[in-house]
């Protein structure tokens, strides 16, 4: 019997724990969840034989490591700042651990240590990062070998809302961790175009938003996503001219989100008192001109340059920001108070639909001809709880899992899923689960 430890049961995990329990019986598997939420654990698990639901808190160091020391290998879905607790705990106790989160700089500093311990540490193994870098790996493998010489690359990902589901002035409904929608994009973006590296900051990101478009969906706008250049080297593509990984929304988003940048209500460094605060307040704290003989919207538009009849208006209404209404949540960032009322204004209901949606676009040259192929994927959620993200995000984690306990590979230190042995069988399953790419060329 092997033993798997996962932390973390909330949104992202759902279809994780789905595979890892289906799985189960036949793998000989047990399957540990921790979270502080007992009851959110029941909830996904049930009543199944080949599991334990833990309820601890995760900086409860005793608690938690006792869990890692009795595992075989240890999957992280927690927050990304609690990634390195665990990775720590891994480590000292020669536990292999997945996750879907970025490699960051202080599991970075661990990278010896693991090695010389011979586990592996495979980080970034979900949707986007995760079959982002095993698809366009397949894809860039493929030209290569085929003698092609890679001129330009851009991939683009996002979790939207179903076109069905698709109700609001936003164009967006919360499918993943709330605080991480919030706070996308806060570091700004880096990406090589035509051979110069841009930095675009965060307070212009959302603005020059451009568009592409998708078969059977049409425009989609898109920014480009943290930086770029740094997985230039990962996929050996240094050279090229041009490099870009970007985030996809529909285009209302992405205007309405630009908005709330500039009234700097997605600031994350400082605390404010709201008690006593209506939203119309916090909404209009950073504007210097108000006119008390002006309706709120006149003023805000007026601030922006905008229409009082606009689309964004309507976006900042349907959240609620314009009104009379007392916030009275204490001290809070602005981010944190922004997130809140997401998490109350674009929830999804349960019978809403999420998608997600995967480009590649990738320009090279063969026998003198030069080519533009794009590949891409579309995966429907089921509801509000099996949503598209949920799968995008555990199935791979969950595939992954099984591959390194049937000990498939032989493969130890920090990674990210980018290897022919890893990337083959993964998304060969990942079909098995309708998540497949199409392709075209130009």
Not at 67 to 81: G, M
Not at 232 to 237: I, P
Request: charged share 25%.
């Amino acid at each position: 019997m092997k033993n798997i430890l996962l932390f973390g049961a909330g949104k992202s995990a759902t279809c994780l724990i789905d595979y890892l329990l289906a799985n189960a019986p036949r793998q000989k598997w047990h399957v540990t969840v921790a979270d502080h939420d007992l009851a959110l654990i029941k909830s996904k698990t049930g009543k199944s034989y080949y599991v334990t639901p833990a309820a601890i808190d995760i900086k409860d160091q005793s608690a938690r490591q006792k869990l890692v020391q009795e595992t075989d290998l240890v999957i992280s879905l927690l927050p990304p700042p609690l990634h390195i607790i665990v990775a720590k705990d891994c480590l000292q106790f020669g536990k292999n651990l997945l996750t879907a989160s970025y490699i960051d700089p202080e599991v970075q500093k661990l990278e010896k240590e693991i090695e010389k311990a011979g586990l592996l540490f495979m980080y970034e193994m979900g949707l986007d990062p995760g079959i982002d870098h095993m698809s366009a790996m397949k894809l860039i493998h493929s030209i290569e070998k085929k003698g092609g010489q890679i001129s330009a690359f851009r991939s683009y990902c996002g979790g939207l809302i179903s076109p069905e589901s698709n109700d609001n002035p936003w164009q967006y409904k919360i499918s993943w961790n709330a605080r991480n929608i919030v706070l996308a994009g806060s570091s700004g973006a880096t990406y090589r175009d035509k051979g110069k590296v841009k930095e675009v900051p965060y307070e212009h990101l959302f603005d020059q938003s451009k568009t592409i478009h998708i078969p059977s969906l049409g425009k989609l706008a898109y920014y480009p996503n943290r930086d770029s250049v740094g997985y230039m080297s990962a996929y050996k593509l240094e050279e090229i001219p041009t490099f870009m990984r970007a985030t996809l929304r529909y285009p209302d988003f992405c205007e309405g989100w630009s908005t709330l940048v500039k009234l700097g209500l997605t600031d994350d460094t400082q605390k404010i008192q709201t008690d006593d605060l209506t939203f119309y307040k916090w909404t209009t704290q950073n504007m210097k001109v108000i006119d008390k003989q002006l309706s709120n919207e006149e003023n805000i538009a007026n601030h922006l340059g905008i229409s009082a009849k606009s689309k964004i208006i309507r976006q900042l209404k349907y959240l609620g920001l314009l009104n009379g209404e007392v916030i009275n949540q204490g001290e809070q960032t602005n981010a944190t108070l922004l997130q809140t009322i997401m998490e109350s204004k674009l929830s999804m209901e349960q019978s809403d639909k999420d998608m997600i949606v995967m480009m590649h676009e990738i320009e090279f040259e063969r026998r003198g001809m030069t080519t533009r192929l794009h590949s891409f994927m579309i995966s429907q959620g089921e509801d509000n709880m099996r949503t598209a993200m949920a799968k995008t995000v555990g199935l791979p984690l969950g595939i992954m899992a099984k591959l390194l306990l049937q000990e498939k590979f032989n493969l130890t230190g920090l990674h990210i899923p980018i290897l022919p042995d890893i990337y083959n069988p993964v998304l060969k399953e990942l079909e098995d689960y309708n998540i497949r790419f199409e392709e075209s060329f130009e």
